[in-house]
């Protein structure tokens, strides 16, 4: 896109000015916006010339460092095309994508000009890739993932082809922006991919200017962001709002029943492509937009036309003409919705750059998204198919073991769901209650909840299965009779599942800080919960499944000759890194469960 073609001081010099002119603050005594001369190799994300952050004195921790005014952020739920979203039923990502989009077309009549114009054209994510550099990437997480984006871009691309026909007057190409361009959209997308952060339950994901400028660095990140999630849904304010003003009884039924229309919006587009497997919503939960029919300044707009027919006229009017003005207003009203604030949590030393956290992901995540990858990082996973973990099982037992154990898992999604590895051991207090007080029932609804993903198992840092993995295994392998009550009763189920986690949750810390594995299975088993011969056929089942995912993994000799293009260096870089790490993992894996099966099963 055409937005960018200045010199990187320039394009400095006119981000700093719009972060002024838009209350965007930062303590200059502390840090300084820098451009970027080289990368440094393996830690962040910056490329030459673009631009970073670094340390003008020594950081303290809890030290206030940027504040952004949330009106500041560029989000499709208080965009100019909100109520277009609204009537159109458009959320998630597209959303962003499409509404970012909109905003580079008006060129530098886009209130948000100052901070587009400092955007690359493109992240080059793997989705980018071309073949070539997509086969280093065969047999990884990555490239199993890049597949299905290809295919839900496409789709998504499909949906804002349809916008577009619909809204000729509003989607007008220009100032680069071609709406028919698939390589366009592809480049916008990257961009989202990259860059959005989650702000609130209002605005859902967002590009928030100055805080991509952080670059991240995992498990050593200096600075986090602070926000008030929980915001009024109609207009995103976070006090101040007349939305949660006490009313009379007389409207109190009718505001219940307009908030609940807001949480009940349909939204069309995929988020696929930014959120993977195991972790795809980990986050990034992620979050997701709540279309609601606003104004530019996040105002509710209330239609009262009935007419649903419109013409080039009614498609400007959807759109605001917020773009009279050169810039957001940002007057003391608006510092209604809250700001986000950077600070500082880990210290850092003066002349050093700064980093935030993009989230505890592994490499596959970070590369995926992202489009680098750690040389070192504590939460790495590699996935495994539920249909290889269904033949170890079948081989282990049997072939209707396998089938009632897949009955399980479909009716258990929720239970199962991805969850992020390090939340795990916070949650499992709250699971036990939840689980308790939910009935057979509503795991019969659970069952036919078509909008919940199918539950993700994985092989993770430094060598363990997840504990979903090892749970499953663990009532999968068990006596017929016990295998029996866990089949036939969902609430024997619910009962067991928390207590075989806390089993393996202990199991595996014990292991980790050196111990035996009979000392490390006594520990964990002080109260009689599972059979040694169990566990043991859970490790060796275990270290199978890591053999086998490594075999598809293969060898680094795909890696052939390290090219010479700058662009395609990277790629092969990052690319021999995640096969590094991912082999890491699961190697480690093997090794530590071959060892613990043999010892388990021994007379």
């Avoid at 989202?192 to 670059?215: K, L, Y």
């Avoid at 198992?457 to 009779?481: K, Q, R, W, Y």
Wanted: glycine share 6%.
């Amino acid at each position: 896109m055409a937005i960018v073609a200045q010199s990187g001081e320039e394009t400095l010099r006119v981000l700093l000015e719009w972060f002024e002119k838009n209350k965007v603050t930062y303590n200059e005594e502390a840090i300084k916006v820098v451009t970027q001369q080289q990368t440094q190799g393996g830690s962040n994300i910056v490329s030459p010339n673009g631009i970073g952050i670094v340390a003008k004195r020594a950081l303290i921790d809890e030290e206030p460092l940027v504040m952004i005014p949330k009106c500041a952020v560029i989000s499709s739920a208080s965009s100019a095309l909100a109520n277009i979203f609204e009537d159109e039923g458009l959320g998630g990502s597209l959303a962003l994508c499409i509404t970012v989009m909109y905003e580079m077309a008006q060129g530098d009549e886009s209130p948000w000009y100052g901070y587009l114009q400092s955007l690359p054209r493109r992240a080059d994510i793997p989705l980018l890739w071309d073949a070539e550099s997509l086969k280093w990437l065969a047999g990884t997480d990555v490239g199993k993932w890049v597949e299905r984006d290809e295919k839900n871009v496409r789709d998504d691309f499909g949906v804002l082809q349809t916008l577009v026909a619909d809204y000729p007057s509003v989607f007008v190409s220009q100032n680069g922006v071609r709406w028919d361009d698939f390589e366009c959209f592809m480049d916008t997308t990257s961009l989202v991919s990259s860059r959005a952060f989650m702000v609130d339950e209002f605005r859902g994901n967002s590009m928030v200017p100055f805080a991509d400028i952080f670059n991240h660095l995992t498990s050593a990140a200096n600075v986090h962001i602070e926000s008030e999630e929980a915001v009024c849904l109609l207009c995103g304010n976070e006090f101040g709002c007349e939305h949660t003003e006490p009313l009379d009884d007389s409207d109190d039924e009718s505001e219940h029943e307009d908030h609940d229309d807001c949480e009940s919006h349909g939204e069309s587009g995929s988020d696929e492509w930014s959120d993977e497997g195991s972790e795809g919503s980990e986050d990034e939960s992620d979050g997701e937009e709540i279309p609601i029919l606003v104004d530019y300044n996040g105002i509710p707009v209330i239609d009262s036309s009935d007419d649903m027919d419109v013409d080039d006229d009614d498609d400007k009017d959807k759109a605001s003409d917020k773009n009279e003005d050169d810039s957001p207003k940002m007057d003391d009203d608006d510092m209604l919705s809250g700001t986000l604030d950077m600070v500082v949590y880990q210290p850092c030393n003066a002349g050093s750059e700064v980093f935030n956290t993009y989230g505890d992901h592994g490499s596959a995540y970070l590369l995926h998204r992202y489009g680098f990858c750690d040389t070192d990082n504590d939460f790495d996973s590699v996935s495994l198919d539920t249909s290889d973990i269904m033949q170890a099982i079948s081989v282990a037992v049997s072939e209707k073991r396998a089938a009632d154990v897949a009955v399980i898992i479909a009716r258990s999604k929720r239970m199962l769901g991805p969850r992020h590895r390090a939340h795990q051991s916070e949650d499992e207090d709250e699971e036990e209650d939840e689980e308790e007080e939910e009935s057979d029932e509503e795991d019969e609804s659970e069952s036919e909840d078509e909008d919940t993903p199918p539950p993700a198992f994985s092989i993770d840092a430094p060598g363990h299965p997840d504990l979903n993995l090892t749970t499953m295994l663990v009532l999968s392998l068990a006596e017929e009779s016990v295998f029996d009550q866990i089949f036939k009763s969902s609430s024997t189920f619910r009962h067991f599942f928390p207590i075989i986690r806390q089993f393996w949750t202990l199991f595996q810390a014990k292991l980790d800080s050196g111990a035996s594995v009979s000392a490390a299975f006594r520990a964990a088993n002080s109260n009689t919960v599972v059979k040694k011969h169990t566990i043991g056929m859970v490790c060796r089942v275990a270290h199978q499944l890591a053999e086998a995912r490594l075999a598809q993994l293969g060898d680094n000799s795909i890696l052939k000759n390290k090219p010479a293009d700058p662009i395609l260096r990277a790629r092969w870089e990052s690319a021999k890194q995640l096969r590094t790490n991912e082999a890491s993992v699961l190697q480690m894996c093997i090794k530590r469960y071959k060892k613990a099966a043999t010892k388990l099963l021994s007379p």
